[in-house]
């Protein structure tokens, strides 16, 4: 029997909330290593989340997994960041 894909409560800094999901050995084979995935492509393991979450970052001692972000206050039903966000951060942050 395949286990279930795992999600963590959300947390958040001043900027954005956060989320990691955790696959299961067998979905985590499928997944593409060592990159970022697009909402299309990690739609297609399996993970289901409102919209606006951007896989942002590989772990690479645990790729299995994923790391996930988004605005403060973005819609989850239309994914719409909030008027006048500006990101205070480089775009894609790899964490070690």
């Known amino acids: 029997m395949p286990r279930n894909i795992q999600y963590s409560e ?3 800094d001043e900027i ?3 989320r990691h999901v ?12 060592n990159q970022l995935l ?11 989340q409102s919209r606006g979450w951007e896989h942002y970052a590989v772990h690479k001692p645990e ?12 819609d ?3 994914g719409k960041v909030p008027e006048g966000f500006k990101e205070d951060m480089p775009q894609s942050l790899e964490a070690h």
């Open 10 to 12: 959300k947390y958040k």
């Open 16 to 18: 954005y909330e956060y």
């Open 22 to 33: 955790i696959l299961p050995s067998d979905v985590a084979r499928a997944c593409p290593k």
């Open 38 to 48: 697009s909402e299309e492509e990690w739609r297609e393991l399996g993970v289901q």
């Open 63 to 74: 790729p299995h997994i994923l790391l996930f972000r988004r605005p403060l206050g973005t």
């Open 76 to 78: 989850p039903v239309t």
